[in-house]
């Protein structure tokens, strides 16, 4: 299976500032997908990575507030961008390898104030 | 609008004791149920899967049990020890339409009482 490594591991930002977070993957995987986790709630899809083209957002989701990077195909990014205390929440990247699985990054803790 | 339900948010079971977690599902077009394990501010753990071409899986103490006529899971526990005290998601995937997206239940946060 794939070992993915997600950073920061934490954050506290400023309302109306930016964080991008990045994972970076072991292996050339095809599908990569970012999820967020709100405070006591489940994890959601916020959209898939696709490699050299635009992400696939969620509904709910934008790509004005959640830009996504892909540059290659063991790579990507997830901007939070002009944050408000809603925004707190970790924020996981996580990789499918069909033969493999679904393997998760370690998550970003994301603290707004 | 939930496509996986976890209906119960916790759990308590003495050490020990069989943990029996419980997980529906709405959309007939999941055909792959994960089960992850999550502590505080650290990703999801992959515990055990089971594809809808089956009714059961085991690993070592976990087991999952999938009844699709009731579109219904459920992963056994046996014996549940401390370090199973976390919160358990459900998650599905409809593979067979090539949809991988993950979709998850709320999650039971189980305590394992010694």
């Known amino acids: 299976s794939a070992v993915i490594s997600q950073k920061p591991s934490r954050d506290i930002c400023q309302r109306g500032t930016s964080l991008t977070i990045q994972c970076q993957v072991d292996s050339q995987v095809t599908m990569m997908f970012w999820y967020r986790q709100q405070p006591g709630q489940s994890l959601t899809l916020i959209a898939t990575a696709n490699q050299g083209s635009e992400a696939t957002y969620e509904s709910g989701f934008v790509i004005d507030k959640f830009p996504i990077s892909r540059p290659n195909l063991t790579f990507s990014t997830l901007t939070v961008s002009n944050m408000s205390p809603e925004d707190s929440s970790i924020y996981l990247c996580s990789v499918v390898i069909p033969a493999y699985g679904y393997t998760f990054g370690s998550g970003t803790r994301l603290t707004v104030v | 609008d939930q496509q996986v339900k976890q209906n119960s948010p916790s759990l308590s079971v003495q050490e020990g004791r069989i943990s029996i977690l419980n997980c529906d599902y709405t959309?007939?077009?999941?055909?792959?149920f994960l089960w992850y394990k999550k502590y505080p501010a650290e990703g999801p753990t992959f515990l055990i899967s089971?594809?809808?071409?089956?009714d059961k899986n085991e690993d070592g103490r976990f087991t999952v049990f999938l009844n699709k006529s009731a579109k219904h899971l459920s992963l056994h526990i046996v014996p549940s020890q401390p370090g199973d005290s976390a919160v358990y998601f459900c998650?599905?995937?409809?593979?067979?339409?090539?949809?991988?997206?993950?979709?998850f239940g709320a999650g039971t946060t189980v305590t394992v009482r010694a």
């Open positions: 959309n007939s077009m999941f055909d792959y």
């Open positions: 089971i594809s809808s071409i089956k």
């Open positions: 998650a599905a995937a409809g593979r067979i339409t090539n949809d991988y997206k993950l979709s």
